[in-house]
Each structure stands twice: as C-alpha cells, then as structure tokens.
C-alpha cells in the first residue's frame, strides 16, 4: 500500500513539477541575459488560454490529433509574444522591469478572463476541450502527447545548459547579463541578445501554460496558473541562475503540489488549505535559504 | 578627426577638434578633468556619435577603457574571444581559444592565465586582459584611456614597453592620461585639451611637464593653504586589523594619526585600503582593533553611489549622513530650516557652483558635486576625518580647493587620514606618508623622509 | 521634495486616451456604442447620490492598500503581497470583531486596530526575511497572497465558523462595532475620511520627518544610505510593517463598514489594482487620492458593466495592466539623459 503510495508520489512530483520547470527555464534564460522576468506567470497564462481557444477551434476540421497539437503551438507563440512585448519594454523603453512585469501578469489575466466570456461565453472558466491526445501511457496516467511534453521538459533543461555553457550565444548571452557594456565593446549588441532572451524564456513559460492546460487538465480556468510562475522565480534563485539547479529547484517544488494530492484523503489531521499552501510555503523557506548567499548576474534587472 | 563637436544637456564636451594620429606614433592626450577628452577618445573609437564633425581610420579602431569593460564571472579566455569565439561546430571550441589566448600574449610580452576567473585577478592583470582583448582583433589605431591609473611602477615601465612595442610595429597609439611624467619619457606627440577645446600640439622633446601643465590650466595651478604648526594628540589607533577577503585585503595594519596631522597612504588601487576604509567606517566586519572616540567623517571614493542622492536636491544632501545629530532631528522631524542653512553654508565655503539649492545634484559637474560632500563631511568640524581619493575626476580648480579645506581642517586640530591613489596629492598633503602593498604598511616616512623612488619601490612590493 | 506630476505628463496623457480607447473597444463588443457606453458609466458612478456614493466606496478600498504600496514602493521596496495583507486584517477584524463587547467609540478603534495589526504581521513578515535572508520581496510576498488565502480559508471554514450562517464567513459583527456610513445605505463609511487622513500623513512623513528621508534614501540611493546611518535591516521590516498595517486597515474598514463581517472573498483584487493606483498617483500620497477616485470609478463601472453586460470584472483588469505597462515607461521617457563621461 505505502509502496504504491510513494511510486504515485514520484510520478506525480514530476507531472506537477513540468509546468514549472518550463517556466523556471525561462527565468533562467531571461535573468541570465539580464531581465528580470517577473512576467512569467502572464505569459504561462497566455500559453494556457491561447492553446485552449486553439485546439477548441481548430479540432473540427484537424481532428484529435493534430487540433490540440496546433493549439500548443500557437499556445508556445502567445508566450513568445508577451515575452517579446517585455522584452521590447525592457531594451527599447528602459522602462522599471519589475513594474513592467507586474502589469503583463495583470493584463494577461484580464485578457485571459474575459476573453473566456468572448469566446465560450462563461465566466471563470471554460468548458473542457479536446487536449493533447495519443495512447495512455499506463504508469504515468497521462495522455502520449502529455508524455512527449514532459520529457521535452527535461530535454530543454539539458539543452539550455549547453548553450549557455558551451556555445557562442550562450557566451554572449552570460555577458550581457553580467557586463553589457562589455559586449558592446565586443561589437556585439547586448538589446538584441536580451530581446531574443526573454522572447524565449516567453515561449517556455507559454509551453508550460499551455501544458497545464490542454495537456494536464483540458480547460483554463481563471488563477489555474496558481502562482506557478513566481514559484518558477524562487526556483530560479533557489537554483543559483543555472538550468539544472533551476529545474532541481522546481521539482522540489513540484514535490509539494504532488504530496498534496497524494495525501488527500489519508491523511486527516492536516487540513486541506495547510496542504494546498506547502508549495508556497516551500517556495518560502527555499528563498530564506539561500538567497543571502547566491549572487544574480551582475546586470539583472539593469537597463543598458 | 575633423571638427568634432558634441554635446551633453549643460556642457560642450567636446568643441571642434581636429586630431591626426599615424602609424609608429605614441600620442599623447592630456587635459584635466573634465576636459573632454575621455569623451573625445569615446568618438574616436565609436560608442558615442560626435554631433559634428568625421572620424575617418584606416582600419579598426581599439580602446582599452579606464573602467575596464570585463566580465568579473567569465575566464580570461572567454572574455578575450567574445564575439570572436572560434567553433567546432555549434559550439565553442574552447582549446582553440586558449591556445589562441596563450599565443597572442606571448607575442605581446604579456603572461596571462586563460583560464583564470577575471574577477580574482588583481587590477594590473585585468588591465592585461581588456589590452589583449583589444589587440586580439589586430586594431590599426589603439585608444588608451588612463591606462597606467591602477598600475605599480614596475608594472608601468612593462606596459610601455609593450605599447612601444606596438607602436613600433606600425599601430597607431593615443593615450589619454593627466600622468606628466609618463607623457614627457613615453610618448611622441602631445595634444592639450582644455573646456572641450585643443589648446595646444606639442612635439615632446621640445617642451616639459610645466609647459604642458600650464596649457592644461591655461595659467598657473592654484595653490593649495599653507601647512601650519599644530600640537599633535592621540586620535586614531588601529591596531593589527584584518578585514575584507581576497587579493584587496587588509592584513594586519598598524597605524595611528593624530590630530593636528594628516597621514597619506600611498599605494596602487587593489591593495587592501578600500577594506581598511571600510572598517574604519564599521561598513565591514574586522579583526583587531580600531580606537576612535568620535564619530568619523568621511570622503568615500565614490560620489555617486556611496555619498550622494543623485535625484536629491543640495538640501536634501546636505543632512545626509547627519540625519539623526542633535540639532537635525528634532523627536520626529527632521529640521528643514536647519538643512537649508547647512546647504547655504556648505556652497559658500566651498564655492559649489549651482543655480540655486534646490538643484538636483546630479546636475552639478563632478568637481561641484565633489565639493557638496566634502563640505558636508566637514560641517561639523570634525575630530578625524577619512578622505578617500578626494580630489578623483574633478577639475583641479576643485581639487585644489578641496586640498585647501582639508590641510585647513587639519590646522585647526582635525586628524586626518588620507588615502589616495594618486602619489602627487599624497605628497602635497600628507605630514607622515605610509605605504600599503598587499594589505599591509610596507613603508613609513616623515615629510622629511620623502624619496620618491623609495616610495614607488615599496608600492610596486620591492624593498626600498 | 513633492515629486511633480508634471514630468510624467506624456505617459499619463497616453495611458488616460488608451484606457478610454480600451473601453470603447469593450463596449463596442459588449454591443453598445462608446457614446451610449460611456453615457451610461458615468451616469452607473456619478449620476447621483448613491451612485457617487458606491464609486466613493471602492475609492476607499483601493486608497488603503494604494497608499501601503506607495510606503513600500518609496522605500525600494515591491510590496506585492497587499492582497494578503488586506485580507489578514480583514480576517483579524472579524475575528475580533465578532466577539468584542463593547460601545462603539472602543469597539471600532479596536477593530481597525486589529487589522491594523493583522497586515502589520503578515507585511513584516516578508520584511524580515528581506533583512534577515536577503529575500527577494517580490516573491515573497507574493507566496505570503497565498498562504493568506489558505489561512483564511481554513480559519472561516474551522475555527472561526460563524454559528449562524451557512457560507464560510465569521460570526456577523455586532452593528456597534459597523463604522457609520457617510451616505446612509450605502458601502461608503468614514473609512474615506481615515484614509484621506493617512494620506495626508503620509504625506507629511515623506517630507518632514527623519524616517521619511531615511526610507526616500533608501529607495533611490542604497549604497549611499547603507554609508550614511541609515539602519537598513530595520528600516526594511518596519517600511514592510507599515505598508502592510496600512493595506489590512482597508481590509478591516471592508469588514466592519460594509460587510459586517468577514469571509474570503472581500477583495476582487483591490490590492492588486492598488498597484496601478500607486503608479498613477506617482508614489505621491496626495495624487494617489485622486488616482484613486479615477480608479474607483473604473471599479464602480466595471461593477456595473458586470451587472448589467454581463462583461466579468477581468475586462478592468486589461486596463489596468495595460496602465501599469505605460507608467513603467515613465523612466524612459523622463530620464533619458546622456551622462557625459569625464
């Protein structure tokens, strides 16, 4: 019974962890090259609520396989968007990135919201819609496509290490994160390097979204996000700005979503709020931790 | 260069300069501060666009910043190949780089480490590494911008040697510098600038350091107030203190100032005085002990980050630091009038040039703004005074001024201690001069004592 | 030291004809013209007593958190967490409030001190751990919204339970402990008159007193007031303290003035749109009462707009973020000035 218990565990740990782990990467990509991104969470919910409208639309006439497939897509490009739109605001306008952040987190929410009553009609939330599709994977509980994502997760994480660590872009990107006026004596241009960056880590937390949509649980609701995207921002401190530290730090959050899950029903003495704020409250104590002896790049959050 | 003129809100840095630089040749371009010609070699080399005017090369142009441009958390290889990094395929072909690294500073004379962390490096060998990084890219004009400020004696005659070098094998060289003595052994030509404009274009062998130095003022320097008798008195004790970490520690320093005095300590930047500093201001932790029974005032190095609101009006400045003193904060409020006042009196003594007190400071130049935090830190007629690099980056009408209230704070019985960067105002100031090297006082003198080549030893780490 | 409203004039021109564009554009889809749109909120806000009443209501619940986050803004600090601090002393109200037997002139100082108290705790909270651990207050205090969430939650639907009604709430407020309403019938209470009052105090810190310069310091220099006497570690949790005493004074004036009584869903988000009125209201206290105003009838209309369209209260949120976004440019476009290097 325990044994079944603690392997439900693990696997879940890492279905929640995804979503988190995508937009933990893009923190990482983004602080790296010296945004801060406190827009994660909007860009996740843009992901979520864009892969939802798609597949809803596009299904029809696709079908149930390439419908929902599309939606992701279009879901990763709405990320991408908002993450361009920061990154404009922060290389073209200068302007406070913090504050910058805040209101794409409000305004994606807003959109999201009441593009929900444009689209279906409803408020809050939409009905259900067709999600990622393909044989069940029977441990995992999870749809292929659901699968495929999850290990792509983990796939990126590896890759955003050795481009970071071991390519040219990766290189300049480090620089312009710690140094930008380096790498314009360099010759380079630090504003593109940082646009493209945040563009990217856009597309991540826009992938994670629209994982936890139409790969998890098949609809948006206003606040499915959770919070998940500033969660991704302590994982990133808690990671130390690197991809895999980063993703470390967002299973081990994800650990806390799971244990909530999994203990509801066997364990009562715990209330079910306690159990519902653990992330939080990890993600807490994980930044009391560490952060007085971690060191962001240089540049973060600086305009150049 | 022809006719280059630009602008900043406030001020013409730069007011239709013609400047030829040639192959072989060492120019030099002198100027005080303030002069326009950091802005001037900024042009030349391209990262800012002059308003008017044409910057013709025959080739690429470098430049070797005063403040270095590096990335502290990248190795030496990484940030020397940045943007020119040699591949295997998608990725960095990282043994190229160093052999690459390794072969290029052979050939310059250099020794470098490519794997080293910039950041762990000491001032001199960073300085090699933004040289190299220039030099990787094979400019046919290379800008140096105050390129010998950080460096030890030694250190200066091998980077000569090196730009010399260079220059002899057909690069075309301009060092923007105020070191008189570097112009007048190293360079060929020299080009004076003063208030944006060039003043003057001197052949070296045909003219001297006084020469150059009056067309840099356009008349005679201003002189600094008198040193006068005081009786001396215990002040300042620090007894074997050991603070900071790294290469830029203090390491068991000993020293005492009295009041009525001022002891100078002389050394290369890099060498433990910013972590001595800053225990003496109790901004770092320290081992050992240091006695003081009265509030220090202090001069930080840096104006804009440690002394000044930058957005905060003169009034506003005025009280900072002083905020909780008897007399400013009254219960809860802090006296408004009181700030004024101060203000009013800190602009008269010390000639800060400003429209009015309600400016933002960081519309005053260096040399005003300079004044402002000198001025406050002297207010109160202070015990001990800790004056780090005071006169850095301002003009030397400000400097001389600034010089002048110290040495008069120090007549009237104040205990100062002066740490400087710069040898000449060292020399000007101080009663007693210590040297640091390596975190610890290498050399003691008396204004008596004073032997220059002494001193430049013991800065460079040698014995006297 | 009153930083003028004047030097950010492009972007508050821009961002007042983008929200009137937006609106329109919400109307248009909603199927009434922007004439008939706008007709029709400005008479739903200010068209008469009760009308400018309600509209006055939800100026004051955003002019607490607003001027919270104004405190902490100034100090440098991103006090995000002004929903959970408004709800913790909303919830501290309730508590208190419930079973405080009193008359009136003790009961209610008493229970807006509680919640003063409440968001006091849970802003210095996030404060703490800024000056103790050096974490980051942005999340921070934005995990501490949750938890207050879950806490409050748990606290309405257990131990706090009202006995008498069905929903998770507390005990209803007895009527001595309601703050008397301006408008007889209405949401409005004196709660206004307190939070104009702050403001004015607030104001008045801000320039005349040493914690106000200490805390303006701070914000715009650090170094230089970490170099200057300034105590940094206790300055970061009082400011925090402060700003969040402040948001749970609103959160309590909700409970005792309208509500009378308190469960998890009294604030659609004002310590998030509070943001906005900040920034408006340029981190000055006496602009952000008039920030607020605007705001509160933004909130009033979209109340409406929701009753009467349809249209969820998310739509204003659109704005608002769209608000935010313009007013983060404010740096561009008042201090892009070339610094000449010497």
Redesign the interface.
């Known amino acids: 019974m325990t044994q079944s218990l603690l392997v439900s565990l693990l696997v879940l740990t890492i279905i929640k962890s995804v979503p988190i782990v995508y937009a933990t990467l893009g923190g990482v990509i983004s602080e790296r090259s010296g945004v801060i991104n406190i827009g994660l969470e909007g860009m996740m919910i843009a992901g979520a609520f864009t892969s939802v409208v798609i597949s809803n639309l596009v299904t029809p006439s696709l079908g149930p396989a390439f419908g929902p497939l599309v939606g992701l897509i279009v879901g990763v490009g709405a990320g991408a968007f908002i993450g361009w739109v920061l990154g404009v605001a922060a290389t073209k306008f200068k302007v406070d990135q913090i504050v910058a952040g805040i209101g794409i987190n409000i305004l994606c929410g807003g959109i999201a919201g009441y593009g929900t009553f444009l689209v279906f009609g409803l408020q809050g939330a939409s009905p259900s819609v067709p999600a990622l599709g393909g044989p069940n994977i029977g441990f995992l509980d999870l749809h292929a496509g659901a699968t495929a994502l999850l290990v792509f997760a983990f796939v990126c994480s590896m890759g955003l290490s050795w481009l970071i660590y071991k390519t040219p872009w990766g290189l300049r990107v480090q620089a312009c994160g710690e140094n930008p006026h380096a790498v314009k004596s360099a010759g380079l241009d630090p504003l593109k390097s940082r646009l493209r960056a945040v563009t990217i880590s856009g597309a991540l937390a826009g992938l994670g979204g629209a994982f936890l949509a139409i790969g998890e649980l098949n609809l948006y609701s206003d606040g499915m996000t959770a919070g998940r995207g500033f969660i991704a921002l302590a994982a990133v401190i808690f990671g130390r700005w690197t991809p895999w530290g980063a993703t470390g730090a967002a299973v081990f959050f994800g650990f806390f979503e799971a244990l909530e899950t999994v203990l509801q029903g066997h364990v009562s003495w715990l209330p079910a709020d306690a159990m519902q704020a653990l992330p939080y409250v990890a993600a807490l104590v994980a930044l009391a931790g560490v952060t007085g002896r971690v060191r962001a790049p240089a540049a973060d959050g600086v305009p150049f | 260069m022809r006719g280059i003129r630009k602008a900043y809100p406030g001020v013409v840095a730069v007011n239709g300069v013609d400047l030829d630089l040639y192959p072989g040749e060492i120019h030099a371009l002198v100027g005080e501060n303030g002069a326009g010609k950091s802005t001037l070699s900024n042009i030349a080399f391209g990262e800012v666009k002059a308003d008017a005017g044409t910057v013709k090369a025959n080739g690429s142009v470098g430049l070797v910043h005063q403040h270095f441009e590096l990335v502290g958390r990248l190795r030496v290889w990484q940030n020397i190949v940045l943007g020119r990094e040699p591949r295997k395929g998608l990725r960095i072909d990282e043994a190229a780089a160093r052999a690459m690294v390794t072969a290029l500073a052979a050939k310059n004379g250099l020794e470098i480490d490519p794997d080293a962390f910039v950041e762990d490096l000491p001032i001199g060998v960073q300085q090699r590494v933004e040289l190299l990084r220039e030099l990787e890219r094979e400019p046919t004009v290379l800008l140096l911008d105050e390129p010998t400020a950080a460096l030890a004696p030694a250190e200066i005659d091998a980077f000569f040697a090196t730009i010399t070098a260079l220059a002899k094998r057909g690069t075309a060289i301009m060092i923007v510098t105020h070191k008189l003595q570097e112009v007048i052994a190293y360079s060929h030509k020299i080009s004076v600038m003063r208030h944006g404009e060039l003043v003057a274009k001197l052949d070296t062998y045909s003219t001297s350091v006084d020469d150059i130095a009056r067309a840099m003022v356009g008349g005679d320097l201003p002189p600094v107030a008198e040193r006068e008798p005081t009786t001396l008195a215990p002040c300042l004790t620090i007894d074997d203190v050991t603070a900071g970490t790294g290469a830029a520690r203090a390491d068991g320093v000993t020293l005492q100032v009295q009041s009525g005095e001022i002891v100078g300590i002389a050394g290369v930047e890099g060498n433990g005085q910013t972590a001595l500093a800053d225990a003496i201001a109790k901004m770092i932790d320290y081992e050992g002990v240091i006695g003081l029974d009265s509030k220090p005032a202090i001069v930080p190095q840096d104006r804009h980050r440690e002394a000044l609101v930058m957005s905060w009006s003169i009034v506003d400045n005025a009280v900072l630091g002083r905020q909780h003193d008897p007399g400013i904060q009254k219960g809860l409020l802090l006296d408004g009038t009181r700030a004024r006042r101060d203000a009013e009196a800190i602009k008269e003594r010390f000639d800060v040039r400003a429209a009015n007190l309600d400016v933002a400071v960081k519309t005053l130049s260096g040399g005003n703004q300079q004044k402002i935090v000198v001025g406050r830190a002297l207010i109160d007629d202070p015990k001990f005074v800790l004056a780090y690099n005071p006169t850095r980056g301002i003009d030397v009408g400000a400097a001389a001024l600034v010089q002048s209230r110290l040495m008069q704070a120090r007549n009237a019985g104040a205990a100062i201690l002066l740490i400087s960067f710069e040898l000449d105002e060292i020399l000007t100031l101080a009663d007693r001069i210590l040297v640091m090297y390596r975190g610890k006082v290498v050399g003691n003198f008396t204004r008596a004592q004073v032997d220059r080549a002494a001193i430049g030893r013991l800065m460079a780490g040698s014995a006297a | ?1 009153k930083r003028a409203l004047n030097i950010a004039r492009g972007p508050m021109v821009l961002t007042l004809l983008l929200v009137i564009v937006l609106m329109s554009i ?1 109307m248009v ?1 909603a199927g009434t013209t922007p004439w008939e749109g706008f007709a029709s909120l400005l008479s739903g806000t200010l068209g008469g007593p009760r009308e400018i009443a309600e509209t006055l209501a939800q100026t004051t619940a955003l002019l607490f958190p607003a001027l919270g986050i104004c405190l902490a803004f100034r100090a440098g600090l ?1 006090n ?1 967490g002004a929903e959970g601090q408004l709800l913790l002393g909303g919830l501290t109200a309730g508590a208190i409030g419930a079973h405080f037997a009193g008359p009136g002139w003790i009961a209610i100082p008493v229970v807006l001190a509680s919640g003063f108290v409440g968001g006091a705790l849970w802003g210095a909270l996030a404060g703490w ?1 800024k000056s ?5 207050e ?3 205090t ?6 207050a969430l ?2 409050a ?2 606290l309405v ?2 131990p706090l339970k009202s006995p008498v009604a069905t929903g998770s709430e507390t005990a209803p407020l007895p009527p001595s402990v309601w703050l008397p309403a301006l408008v007889p019938d209405t949401r409005l209470t004196v709660a206004l008159l307190i939070a104009i009052a702050i403001a004015v105090l607030l104001q008045f810190v801000f320039t ?7 805390l ?2 701070l914000g ?2 650090p ?8 105590n940094i570690g206790r300055l970061t949790w009082l400011v925090m303290g402060l700003s969040g005493a402040i948001a749970g004074l609103g959160g309590a004036a909700i409970v005792s003035g309208e509500l009378h009584r308190f469960n998890t869903q009294l604030s659609p988000g004002y310590g ?1 749109t509070a ?2 009125v900040a ?1 408006v209201g340029d981190l000055n206290p006496l602009w952000i009462c008039l920030a607020a105003f605007g705001f509160g009838i933004l909130e009033a209309g979209g109340l409406a707009m929701q009753a009467s369209a ?16 313009v ?6 476009v008042t201090t ?7």
């Open positions: 030291m919400v889809i991103f995000i751990m103790r651990f050096n974490a980051n942005i999340i921070s934005l995990m501490l919204n949750y938890v879950y806490l939650n748990y639907s257990g005349r007193t040493v914690f106000g310069y200490e303006r310091a715009e220099a170094e230089a007031a970490r170099r200057n006497h300034v998030f943001i906005a920034l349809n249209i969820p209260e998310m739509a204003i949120h659109i704005i608002e973020g769209i608000i935010i976004l007013l983060a440019a404010r740096r561009y892009r000035v070339e610094v000449p290097a010497v």
